[in-house]
């Protein structure tokens, strides 16, 4: 079975760099096929794809946010992470992690969730 838990700060200030990190345990993020999302639900509104590291490193972003977004991993800690640069109070979301074995796929289609972390960007 394999887990994925979110950590990182709860509260970051505008402008400034949303940083999470997404543990593995029960699966390895270098295995064949899978890829490593990160996805946000923004309180009021639908989930929304961020990006994604593959097995083999290779990232992909949501174009909208491609600008300011960097999806980095640690294969010696079985982490991947998210930074989100320059933020804004419309970066507050319920952020999580979750891995699927296409790039992209249907939220329903993702085979493991982290649980979630909120991050509320405010002065």
């Known amino acids: 079975q394999v887990q994925l838990q979110e950590s990182g700060p709860r509260l970051v200030k505008p402008s400034q760099t949303i940083n999470l990190i997404c543990s593995v345990s029960?699966?390895?993020?270098?295995?064949?096929?899978?890829?490593w999302s990160w996805i946000r639900q923004p309180p009021g509104k639908g989930k929304e794809w961020m990006g994604s590291?593959?097995?083999?490193?290779?990232?992909s972003y949501s174009p909208s946010l491609k600008s300011r977004i960097a999806i980095w991993r640690d294969t010696s800690k079985n982490q991947f992470t998210l930074h989100l640069f320059s933020v804004t109070p419309e970066d507050t979301a319920v952020y999580y992690c979750?891995?699927?074995?296409?790039?992209?796929?249907?939220?329903?289609?993702?085979?493991?969730w982290g649980q979630g972390t909120q991050v509320t960007v405010s002065s």
């Open positions: 979750a891995t699927s074995k296409a790039e992209r796929v249907d939220f329903d289609e993702y085979d493991y």
């Open positions: 590291i593959s097995y083999s490193g290779t990232t």
């Open positions: 029960g699966g390895d993020i270098t295995e064949n096929d899978y890829y």
